[in-house]
């Protein structure tokens, strides 16, 4: 059973810099793309960053130069570093194991975390 913890959510001012992490288990990690998803409130889910097997990226116009995903195989961890926050930065931001991932393309699997709170005050 596939199982994605979020953690690293937060208040924070605009300008000000966060790190999400999501941990997962019950997949073969190093083998799997991974992406990061935020939903504003009254807006749909969006993608916002993802990441391939072998460590490359796609980032979302509206975060390029600011936000960054990573992972870590052996911590079985995908993390996204978010500079120079936004006030509409502010979602909630899941994290999604075992995608299809493509150049400037993700297709997300069933498996999503739970979500970690980010908001950005001005």
């Known amino acids: 059973q596939v199982q994605l913890v979020e953690s690293g959510g937060g208040l924070v001012r605009a300008g000000e810099s966060l790190r999400l992490s999501c941990v997962a288990s019950?997949?073969?990690?190093?083998?799997?793309?991974m992406a990061w998803y935020r939903q504003a409130p009254g807006k749909q889910r969006e993608l916002v960053a993802s990441?391939?097997?072998?460590?490359?990226?796609n980032h979302a116009d509206s975060v390029k130069g600011r936000f960054t995903i990573s992972r870590d195989n052996a911590k079985n961890t995908v993390y996204l570093q978010m500079n120079s926050l936004k006030p509409e930065d502010t979602a909630v931001y899941y994290c999604?194991?075992?995608?299809?991932?493509?150049?400037?393309?993700?297709?997300?699997?069933?498996?999503w975390g739970q979500g970690t709170h980010v908001t950005v005050s001005s």
């Open positions: 019950g997949i073969i990690f190093r083998i799997k793309s």
């Open positions: 990441i391939n097997s072998i460590g490359s990226t």
């Open positions: 999604n194991a075992g995608g299809t991932w493509a150049w400037y393309s993700y297709s997300p699997s069933d498996n």
